[in-house]
């Protein structure tokens, strides 16, 4: 049984993005820059150099070739690997606008990691069995 609880593919990506985290009460907290690791239609993990306050909300742009897209999340869970915090987040607002630019983007990807992962069929030295 797996414990994968994501409900969208989340192709390799790395954009830079700046985060505001907001607390219960909406009072401001930390803001800074961030990478993203993988983006879907429902979230991304993003790379930061301190751990964030899980369930916390955080107000995100997110930097899609040209376009700047504004997104509200939930940081649903940080770890810490290689020096670096990894933190889940799950989207719970995104404009239509921004939406129809991310699921183009994430569409995009998706396409490119798939062709990308296609297993080499023909042997390198020519020979066959």
Not at 5 to 24: A, G
Not at 85 to 92: K, R, V
Not at 109 to 120: I, L, N, R, T, V
């Amino acid at each position: 049984m797996s414990n994968e609880r994501r409900h969208h593919i989340r192709p390799e990506s790395l954009n830079l993005l700046d985060y505001l985290v907001v607390d219960q009460q909406g009072r401001q907290g930390e803001y800074s820059m961030a990478r993203t690791l993988n983006v879907s239609e429902g979230g991304i993990l993003m790379e930061t150099h301190i751990p964030l306050p899980q369930g916390q909300q955080v107000m995100i742009t997110l930097g899609l070739g040209e376009n700047l897209v504004n997104i509200m999340g939930r940081i649903i869970y940080t770890t810490f690997d290689s020096e670096r915090h990894q933190n889940g987040i799950e989207f719970f607002h995104v404009a239509e606008n921004d939406r129809a630019i991310l699921n183009e983007y994430v569409h995009a990807f998706h396409e490119h990691y798939k062709g990308s992962q296609q297993p080499d069929l023909e042997p390198e030295d020519g020979v066959t069995n």
